[in-house]
Antibody, heavy 119, light 113 residues
């Protein structure tokens, strides 16, 4: 298993953007895909997108296409999830998770980052 | 509305066997790839519990098992224990390109009576 450490909770106004980080060992980002999952209160888990090793193979869910940008900074061993045009419906815990690519399971998860969108 | 359908809740007494179902379609579970199950305790991240048919990560008891048939999958927990009380999610890969390529069930809350 890989240890994934996410950034702290955020409070944002509607219409704003949020950036959540996910730090792991340098090796992780050269061999693993980083996925992002949203867990809104009272809802199930929702896959947002993924980014592959060396920033290739980026794929977004149609639900978030246009609002979501995933990047990885290998020099700091950190992956970022940037979500724009926030609404109250984006109030959720956001998780990063890894897999080895393909149709494999998510074998490690970050601790989650609570994002609250409120006016 | 989740693409994969799970019962919102199940319950059982200690020692009993329970089954959590996960119903999909021919474009996800029915496509023939593995279904994955995750366990989540309140305030913690999900963790991988079962991959496909009974592939369990290190540390997961063999009381947990998975199976798949057609467009459905099931998680079976035998010898239910109080510590199994948690939320359980199924996950599959989606081949309908109009949908997200990764789909989850809505989650099932397991209560140990």
């Amino acid at each position: 298993q890989v240890q994934l450490v996410q950034s702290g909770a955020e409070v944002k106004r509607p219409g704003a953007s949020v950036r959540v980080s996910c730090r792991a060992s340098a090796h992780t980002f050269t061999v693993k895909y980083i996925h992002w999952v949203r867990h809104a209160p009272g809802h199930g888990l929702e896959w947002m997108g993924r980014i592959g090793p060396y920033n290739v193979g980026t794929l977004y869910s149609p639900t978030f296409q246009g609002r979501l940008t995933l990047t990885t900074d290998t020099s700091s061993s950190t992956s970022y999830m940037n979500l724009t045009l926030l609404t109250a419906a984006d109030t959720a815990i956001f998780y990063c998770a890894t897999n080895v690519g393909g149709r494999r399971p998510f074998d490690s998860w970050g601790q989650g980052t609570l994002v609250t969108v409120s006016s | 509305q989740s693409v994969l359908t799970q019962p919102p809740s199940v319950s059982g007494a200690p020692g009993q066997t329970i089954t959590i179902s996960c119903t999909g379609s021919s474009s996800n579970i029915g496509a023939g790839y593995d279904v994955y199950w995750y366990q989540q305790f309140p305030g913690t991240a999900p963790r991988l519990l079962v991959a496909g048919n009974n592939n369990r990560p290190s540390g997961v008891p063999d009381r947990f098992s998975g199976s798949e048939s057609g467009t459905s999958a099931s998680l079976v927990i035998t010898g239910l224990q109080a510590e199994d009380e948690a939320d359980y999610y199924c996950q599959a890969y989606e081949f309908d390109t109009s949908l997200s390529p990764v789909v989850f069930g809505g989650g099932t809350k397991l209560t140990v009576l």
